[in-house]
């Protein structure tokens, strides 16, 4: 039996949890300011933002007031909280001074080894690939995807922002760049990463005895990120053109926390075409306001990051190691309490399963 506190516990974190305006952070004014910058050399951009929603404050005392006692579930419960709040007060300080540092709080920064691993990376030669595949095409084949699995409750809508895809677990929803073209691999690729890993550790999460596995241990993100770009390995679908962009993605980070907007397009120029360095750029740099200054949202360094974690977690551990990545959206920090917690189901969805491979492959991507 679960204990009361700790539902109630649960559920306010899940309602705080649709609250966090994740997608809030994509600047409202980006196709204008992006004119700018191409068109007046040495300019910087000057995003705008919407405002961040409010009544947030009021479930952050309601949860403060619940007594939870002393185990290991609670103890994460506490942490998450923790973050949450972290997480908070970076989205209300997008534009502002602080937004850097509660970015950095959260996510950390990127070491000086792994800059040098992004750096060598990065002097790998690009292969190059014609944009066929439109985000008309990408939302059908993975609105087909989620069918296979009967994953009904989720819906696939595209939106224009920043990123390829992206999923918001706490609404079930996926999203696809709008108006857009990629390379054919990309269709693969975007499949085993979004579906494959964000969705089916949320949905295995969402069948354990604790909602904190669905909506995300503490820390869970890098290598929540590590193990897409792993999947992506496993199922031949991983380019060094990927791997590029999340070396330039560390690089951006890097050099955002030391220079402006301009000089870490022009630091990235060397090695993508303009599109990627400005998008690559803008998705270190959003949340500024004035880009010309120093700061950052540090978390784009995670996927490389966690690419190298979870890929030497996965040579020692091998099939098991995976299996227990995939008991939720959880960290390798937490693989040796999923022993210790009770009632946890073995996870049914993974993306090497011979099911997914059989959808991929019968889809033809």
């Known amino acids: 039996m679960i204990e009361k506190n700790t539902v109630l516990f649960e559920n306010l974190l899940a309602r705080i949890d649709k609250k966090l305006p994740f997608l809030g952070m994509n600047p409202l004014n980006m196709s204008s300011e992006k004119k ?9 951009p000057v995003f705008r933002y919407a405002k961040p929603s409010s009544g947030i404050e009021k479930l952050f005392r309601r949860i403060d007031d619940v007594d939870l006692e002393e185990s290991i579930i609670n103890k994460l419960l506490l942490e998450k909280l923790g973050k949450f709040k972290k997480t908070n007060a970076m989205i209300q300080n997008i534009g502002g001074e602080e937004f850097t540092f ?18 060598k990376l990065l002097e790998e030669e690009p ?7 439109s985000s008309k095409q990408v939302l059908d084949v993975m609105k087909r995807v989620l069918e296979e699995f009967k994953l009904k409750k989720w819906v696939v809508n595209m939106k224009k922002m920043p990123a390829s895809a992206a999923v918001l677990v706490s609404k079930k ?15 693969k690729r975007v499949i085993v990463h979004e579906i494959g890993t964000h969705i089916f550790r949320a949905v295995n999460g969402e069948k354990q005895p604790y909602r ?14 590590g193990m897409a770009v792993n999947a992506e390995e496993m199922n031949d679908c991983l380019k060094i053109n990927t791997l590029r962009t999340y070396a330039g993605r560390v690089l951006a980070v890097h050099l955002s926390l030391q220079a402006g907007f301009r000089q870490v397009f022009d630091e990235l120029i060397k090695y993508f075409d303009d599109y990627h360095a400005w998008r690559i750029t803008l998705r270190a740099k959003r949340g500024l306001t004035n880009t010309s200054k120093p700061g950052a949202y540090t978390k784009d360094y995670l996927y490389l990051q966690g690419y190298h974690e979870v890929k030497e ?25 999923m022993n210790k917690i009770e009632g946890l189901k073995q996870p049914e969805l993974t993306p090497v399963s011979e099911e997914f491979r059989r959808v991929l492959k019968e889809l033809s991507v």
Do not use: Q, W
């Open 212 to 225: 904190i596995f669905r909506t995300g241990l503490p820390n869970y993100l890098m290598t929540e990120e």
């Open 127 to 133: 292969v190059k690939e014609e944009d066929v595949i």
């Open 173 to 187: 929803n996926v999203y696809v760049k709008k108006n857009f073209s990629f390379p054919k691999s990309f269709l």
């Open 313 to 337: 977690f996965l040579e020692r551990k091998g099939d098991k190691g995976l299996t227990m990545l995939y008991y939720g959206r959880i960290g390798l920090e937490h693989i040796p309490l």
């Open 36 to 44: 700018r910058f191409f068109k007046h050399t040495g300019y910087n």
């Open 102 to 119: 509660f970015s950095k709080e959260i996510f950390g920064v990127p070491n000086k080894a792994l800059v040098n691993k992004a750096y």
